[in-house]
């Protein structure tokens, strides 16, 4: 069965800071890994996506992929209490997303 | 550009009673998802639409569970009748058309309570 792991938290972080989410999968043949952000009752907001092994970096959110491993995490600079929220990992698998259960951050100010 | 549209936000229904739930995609997008999220979890799939045909619907509970995309734009879910377990919240997501890496954005949700 196709899973995606990721700590449930919650991640307590300073404000500015670096907060970092960690998410591993099962699946070796996943091409695409999503990062979502969801606020408590809110739907979830796509932050990036990425498909090649190495860094991808969109502001203050970078994602690193690395296959051989099956683990990809993203990072979030200088954190701010707008980034208290749950983050969901997700791959694509046959046209279908593989999600996690998503980390809990908490920015303390 | 307008997002994903859904309605109702909220509803409130006793067990037995039969609900619907409506969505309206982001314009172009020609793939359709419906998703149920219970509290701490993520997103399960129900069903998946490219334009009017359901390509993925082997996750839908059919006896009580009906979807329809009649002119491939907006869609329906429908639960008749809804039981204590259905409670959760409904989320419908659109994908661009031709799309490589299936980045799907999501509406804002129908919270459902079943009584």
């Known amino acids: 069965q196709k899973e995606v792991e990721q700590n449930s938290g919650p991640l307590s972080v300073p404000e500015g800071a670096i907060a970092s989410l960690n998410c591993t999968y099962s699946?070796?043949?996943?091409?695409?890994f999503f990062w979502y952000r969801q606020y408590s009752g809110k739907s979830p907001e796509l932050i990036m996506f990425i498909y090649s092994n190495g860094d991808k970096e969109d502001g203050r959110f970078t994602a690193q992929l690395n296959k051989a491993s099956q683990y990809v995490s993203l990072l979030i600079r200088d954190s701010q209490p707008s980034d208290s929220a749950t983050y969901l990992c997700a791959f694509d698998s046959n046209y279908q997303l593989i999600w996690g259960a998503g980390t809990k951050l908490i920015i303390k100010p | 550009e307008a997002g994903v549209v859904q309605s109702p936000r909220y509803k409130i229904i006793e067990k037995k009673q039969p609900v619907a739930f409506w969505c309206n995609p982001i314009s172009g997008h020609n793939t359709l998802y419906w998703y149920l999220q219970n509290l701490g979890q993520g997103p399960e799939l129900l069903i998946r639409y490219e334009n009017e045909e359901a390509v993925d619907d082997s996750q839908l509970p059919k006896d009580r569970f009906s979807a329809e995309r009649l002119k491939g734009v907006d869609s329906t879910l429908k639960i008749q009748p809804a039981e204590l377990g259905d409670s959760a919240v409904y989320l419908c997501?659109?994908?661009?058309?031709?799309?490589?890496?299936?980045?799907?954005?999501f509406g804002p949700g129908t919270r459902l309570t079943v009584l």
């Open positions: 699946d070796r043949g996943s091409q695409s």
């Open positions: 997501a659109s994908s661009p058309s031709g799309s490589v890496h299936n980045e799907q954005f």
